[in-house]
């Protein structure tokens, strides 16, 4: 919206009476009928701040200009000039008092962000193709883009919102008008005063919304909880305490996947399967491993293979679990981040089911009984369609 500038202020140069009548009216001039008003304010007015800005109202009064004849017989085309330039002069000051009063945008005095992510639908677990789907964060709003785009740092996203207050908390999915869904949350992690924030992936469709989940991280070789350890699940990340135990208020419901990092042991990437739902989720026990060695005999593992996919498809992103041969729970997992597609596990001595699932590929299925700690067991997986 362009800033403009309202006022009724007229130059009079109708003749008067001469003194008498100049200073009848310097004398009167407070208590003479109202004299124009230079008026702004903030948002919605005719010199608006920024979305998101406080925004400014004044009201002050500009004295009628005298005219020739009241200023001593001074020819009207140079007192013109002389009361405009100076009344441009005014302008301009007010101007630069305005707009320096709209700085900080963003509301309530926050900064303002510019978030990025990657919308995708529940159901297939893929972006959108069809257009008409839209994110709203703190009233701004944008189309998701049928194109996924990358950022700087390699990041995919469909959607981009610029002026986010640094205040916000959450942001709202829309689907088009003909969509079977229903308008979907997301949760925002706490924002900075500037810059560009990646949220990664959020959802629309069954089963979106905002998810709650716990969870504990142990040693893979003496079970012991790990204190300390940073947990990452979407945007989110959190300590563990004393026990190892982990809890998250608020995350974006369908992820299927995070990261435990943790001094002395291997960053591991675990899948959550079945995908976070709304409400409460109890993640079990993440066991994570000290790293591994580059020297003989290359461990600890106890179980180790390699994913390839029919067609010679990156095998990267592939989720890898290991479940209780007789109670279905899952022991562990961990999600393919290498194009080599290598997976290690170390666990207790027993029976287990080996699950290894992709999106569009037939899900493998494999039971291994694990006999001894100082014997890996090996099993290959290739993933067919």
């Keep these: 919206m362009s800033k403009q500038i309202h006022s009724d202020s007229v130059f009079n140069l109708t003749p008067d009476p001469a003194t008498a009548r100049r200073e009848e009216r310097l004398s009167s001039f407070s208590t003479s009928p109202p004299a124009p008003l230079l008026r702004g304010e903030g948002r919605g007015s005719p010199f608006p701040c920024r979305e998101g800005g406080q925004g400014v109202r004044f009201n002050i009064p500009l004295p009628q200009p005298l005219t020739h004849k009241e200023r001593g017989d001074a020819p009207p085309s140079l007192v013109g000039k002389g009361v405009r330039g100076l009344g441009l002069t005014l302008l301009a000051a007010l101007v630069a008092i305005l707009l320096a009063s709209c700085g900080g945008g963003g509301g309530g005095g926050g900064g303002a962000v510019t978030i990025q992510g990657l919308l995708k639908l529940s159901e297939t677990r893929e972006p959108p193709v069809e257009s008409g789907y839209t994110v709203t ?24 919102v610029v002026g986010v207050p640094s205040t916000a908390t959450e942001g709202t999915i829309k689907p088009p008008q003909d969509s079977p869904y229903s308008a979907a949350t997301f949760p925002l992690p706490p924002l900075p005063s500037g810059g560009t924030v990646y949220i990664g992936e959020v959802y629309i469709g069954p089963n979106t919304g905002i998810a709650r989940a716990t969870g504990r991280v142990v040693s893979a070789e003496t079970g012991q909880p790990v204190q300390g ?5 979407g945007a989110f990340s959190t300590l563990t305490g004393q026990t190892g135990s982990f809890t998250f208020d608020r995350l974006v419901a369908q992820t299927d996947k995070g990261t435990v990092e943790a001094t002395g042991f291997e960053k591991k990437v675990f899948a959550i399967d079945p995908p976070l739902a709304p409400g409460d989720n109890d993640l079990g026990e993440i066991r994570i491993a000290p790293p591994v060695s580059n020297e003989p005999p290359g461990g600890p593992y106890n179980l180790r293979g390699t994913v390839t996919l029919q067609g010679g498809d990156s095998p990267v992103g592939t989720s890898v679990q290991l479940l209780d041969a007789d109670t279905q729970a899952q022991v562990d997992s961990m999600v393919i981040t290498q194009p080599s597609g290598e997976f290690r596990f170390w666990v207790p001595l027993g029976r287990y089911i080996l699950k290894v699932t992709r999106s569009g590929y037939i899900t493998f299925q494999q039971e291994v009984t694990i006999t001894a700690q100082n014997q890996p067991v090996t099993v290959n997986v290739n993933l067919t369609r």
């Excluded at 944008?142 to 981009?160: I, K, L, P, W």
């Excluded at 350890?229 to 699940?233: E, L």
């Design 229 to 233: 350890a940073k947990v990452t699940i």
């Design 137 to 160: 964060v703190a009233g701004q709003t944008v189309r998701v883009s049928t194109t996924v785009r990358q950022n700087a740092d390699g990041q995919d996203y469909n959607f981009e």
